[in-house]
């Protein structure tokens, strides 16, 4: 089945607002995370202060028989000129089904202005679509069509900092977002010391504990913050330095035999994976699908993991239907992530989220079984991206 269409488009759907109050706000809306800009004062306060404000992009596939399927990435407009400009002319007439095929012509076709970063966000919103089209076609879920489910169901863990509301939603996983990094020097130490003791004696012993560091750190502060933490038994620390550095992740492997590290959200293609799986630098593998080349790759990335005994957890997998269903199909990958950053008690069915897209129910998930990814989104609701 050959494509005929690929296409940009905006999402205009709005969900209905939640049936039950807020008890109070949620973390995400203004407490302070460590950040690779914390050093500068006038942005160090909240990461909305800097980060660009760059809108949710989605690319619609529509092939022969008028089916279409889509998917989603970030970066707005710029990864939306990426396609528009640049890719979707060039898979125009291809196979649909080959998506091994597209994603190699897609990773070559960036190579004159680099496939890391923006260009894999762009690669991943085919990618996806592309996915979400074959299943549509063979009237299959997409993780029937990586095998089926290697499961059950998938345990999801939470990540935020309102680890009481977590509690009362069923999580028995918390990772924390970790407030403190170098440019709070000894006194941040301290206070990320009492930050991760505290969620330490609401959760007990028997449920894991885990921190997000968010590329703030350098090789030496997370040295000294994991020693100092080594008490509350962290199951991981996560994304320590900023990604581009990997002697320095070398080097922490050296420095911490004892802890486990788990980074990988801000790589794109196989090949940082590939590095850090031959340099055992990583214990666990943190791809985004929406980020990194879409489905296609992160089915590389796990399959590459899995001969080595690395375990992988897509980076905010939980909330979307893309990350839900290739972690249900993916022999590799245990756990799913679930970023709540919704206002603490509002139900997680009465949160924002994609029509049709299941959500965690006291700490497990299983994906829709509808064909594709099984989101019930309305070709009216599409509109193109450069109207």
């Known amino acids: ?58 690319c619609k596939v529509t092939v022969e028989d008028g089916t279409w399927g889509i998917g989603s990435t970030g970066n707005g407009r710029v990864a939306a000129a990426i396609i528009e400009d640049h890719l979707a002319p060039q898979l125009i007439g291809e196979n649909c089904f080959a998506t091994d095929k597209i994603a190699d012509m897609m990773y070559r076709l960036t190579k004159p ?52 509301w977590y509690q009362e939603l069923g999580f028995k996983a918390f990772k924390l977002a970790c407030p403190y990094g170098p440019a709070d020097g000894l006194d941040g130490i301290d206070r990320n010391e009492v930050f991760v003791a505290q969620a330490r004696e609401m959760i007990g012993d028997e449920c894991e504990l885990m921190l997000d560091c968010w590329m703030a750190f350098d090789v030496d502060y997370t040295v000294r913050l994991a020693e100092r933490l080594r008490p509350y038994k962290l199951k991981w620390i996560e994304e320590c330095l900023v990604p581009e550095d990997l002697d320095g992740h070398a080097a922490l492997r050296e420095r911490l035999p004892w802890q486990t590290l788990a980074t990988g959200e801000h790589w794109y293609t196989l090949a940082p994976f590939q590095w850090a799986i031959r340099h055992q630098a990583v214990d666990i593998l943190q791809p985004d699908i929406a980020w990194c080349g879409g489905l296609t790759t992160c089915q590389k990335i796990a399959a590459t ?67 594709g990814f099984g989101l019930e989104i309305q070709d009216s609701w599409l509109t193109p991206f450069f109207g």
Request: overall charge neutral; glycine content about 10%.
């Open 113 to 164: 202005y680099g496939t890391m970063g923006l260009a894999s966000y762009a690669i991943s919103a085919i990618d996806l679509a592309l996915w979400d089209v074959k299943g549509k076609l063979l009237g299959k879920p997409v993780y029937e069509l990586l095998g089926g489910p290697t499961q059950d169901k998938l345990f999801c863990y939470s990540t935020g900092n309102d680890v009481a």
């Open 1 to 58: 089945m050959k494509i005929t269409k690929i296409e940009v488009m905006r999402l205009n759907w709005q969900p209905p607002p939640p049936k039950t109050p807020a008890r109070s706000d949620s973390w995400a809306k203004d407490a302070e995370v460590a950040n690779p800009m914390s050093r500068y004062p006038k942005v160090k306060r909240h990461r909305s202060l800097w980060t660009p404000q760059w809108e949710e992009v989605w």
């Open 305 to 371: 993991a899995e001969a080595a005994g690395v375990n992988v957890i897509l980076h905010a997998g939980g909330f979307t239907p893309f990350g839900q269903h290739f972690s249900y199909g993916a022999s590799s990958v245990r756990w799913l992530e679930a970023f709540v950053g919704s206002d603490p008690g509002i139900p997680l069915e009465e949160v924002r989220r994609l029509p049709g897209m299941a959500v965690p129910k006291d700490g497990w998930l299983v994906p829709s079984d509808a064909p």
